[in-house]
């Protein structure tokens, strides 16, 4: 079943046009990429599936819903959440407490339980403490929860980023550029963990340039060039289709395309 779905998406910035009749398919309790050359529209096409930029065709559907028209922070009531392609944590914050933001939405207590201090505001910080925990320790950061994100290692500030989309609970996950600056060890750890949030019933689309990250995971790859649909498919079939092959991957890339995804 397809959780997240587009048609004809399209969107142009004073004449020049950015993304035109994208059409995409997400199933659930799957890991699709999405990848092209700098400047293809990938990023574009993010913040319009996001709400962050209105499209002026088209329309995005999350589980059968339209979402045109929504706020971007109301997409994640719907069941999205995104990370962004720089790091946005809050510096002078705990790394608990930067994954607490993320879960916020989801604590629900009221102004008299503040003043109060009632059992209700007590359970409920309680349990966004534990939900939160969790999150941190799937991605291997539990013991760093008392931590400044400011004192963490760049690759493991990332998984932060990622920890505090998911305690969002969302049914999807927007990965921009999640292996960005990341070395060979660390892009390693992170592909291995993208692989298993299936198991925790997310569904994932991301954008990546690294190659060989993106044939090792994906389910299904979609490639865009100019802001239009350039191929799609399996990972085998698009990295082994010519137009991908001279857009993006380049005639050296495919062989150690294929050597990746094979190991």
Same mark, same amino acid.
């Not at 914050?93 to 994954?99: G, S």
């Not at 991605?139 to 932060?160: E, F, I, R």
């Not at 927007?174 to 070395?183: I, M, S, T």
């Given at each position: 079943?397809?959780?997240?779905?587009?048609?004809?998406?399209?969107?142009?910035?004073?004449?020049?046009?950015?993304?035109?009749?994208?059409?995409?398919?997400? +199933?659930?309790?799957?890991?699709?990429?999405?990848? *092209? +050359?700098? *400047?293809? *529209?990938?990023?574009?096409?993010?913040?319009?599936?996001?709400?962050?930029?209105?499209?002026?065709?088209? %329309?995005?559907?999350?589980?059968?819903?339209?979402?045109?028209?929504?706020? !971007?922070?109301?997409?994640?009531?719907?069941?999205?959440?995104?990370?962004? %392609?720089?790091?946005?944590?809050?510096?002078?914050?705990?790394?608990?407490?930067?994954?607490?933001? $993320?879960?916020?939405?989801?604590?629900?207590?009221?102004?008299?339980?503040?003043?109060?201090?009632?059992?209700? @505001?007590?359970?409920?910080?309680?349990?966004?403490?534990?939900?939160?925990?969790?999150?941190?320790?799937?991605?291997?950061?539990?013991?760093? @929860?008392?931590?400044?994100?400011t004192n963490l290692p760049y690759g493991q500030q990332k998984q932060?980023?990622?920890?505090?989309?998911?305690?969002?609970?969302?049914?999807?996950?927007?990965?921009?550029? !999640?292996?960005?600056?990341?070395n060979p060890q660390e892009t390693q750890v992170l592909s291995e963990?993208?692989?298993?949030?299936?198991?925790?019933?997310?569904?994932?689309?991301?954008?990546?340039?690294?190659?060989?990250?993106?044939?090792?995971?994906?389910?299904?790859?979609?490639?865009?060039?100019? $802001? %239009?649909?350039?191929?799609?498919g399996s990972p085998e079939h698009v990295q082994a289709d010519p137009?991908?092959?001279?857009?993006?991957?380049?005639? $050296?890339?495919?062989?150690?395309?294929?050597?990746?995804?094979?190991?």
């Amino acid at each position: 079943m397809d959780l997240l779905t587009t048609e004809n998406l399209g969107i142009s910035f004073g004449g020049l046009v950015a993304v035109k009749d994208m059409s995409i398919r997400v +199933p659930e309790h799957r890991i699709v990429s999405l990848i *092209g +050359p700098n *400047g293809a *529209g990938k990023t574009t096409l993010f913040n319009l599936l996001t709400g962050f930029y209105k499209a002026d065709t088209g %329309q995005v559907k999350l589980g059968g819903e339209t979402l045109s028209g929504l706020k !971007p922070h109301e997409y994640i009531d719907k069941g999205m959440a995104r990370t962004f %392609q720089n790091l946005r944590l809050f510096k002078q914050m705990t790394v608990l407490d930067n994954v607490l933001i $993320g879960h916020q939405r989801n604590v629900k207590y009221s102004a008299l339980d503040i003043s109060l201090n009632t059992r209700r @505001k007590k359970e409920a910080e309680k349990s966004a403490v534990e939900h939160c925990c969790l999150m941190l320790d799937r991605v291997g950061l539990l013991d760093q @929860k008392d931590n400044y994100c400011t004192n963490l290692p760049y690759g493991q500030q990332k998984q932060l980023e990622i920890a505090r989309a998911m305690a969002s609970n969302p049914k999807i996950l927007l990965l921009d550029e !999640p292996a960005a600056g990341l070395n060979p060890q660390e892009t390693q750890v992170l592909s291995e963990f993208i692989r298993s949030l299936c198991q925790y019933d997310l569904t994932v689309l991301l954008i990546e340039h690294d190659m060989s990250l993106v044939m090792r995971i994906s389910d299904y790859i979609y490639v865009m060039n100019q $802001g %239009q649909m350039l191929s799609q498919g399996s990972p085998e079939h698009v990295q082994a289709d010519p137009k991908v092959i001279e857009a993006y991957i380049g005639k $050296g890339g495919r062989g150690h395309a294929v050597e990746n995804r094979k190991n």
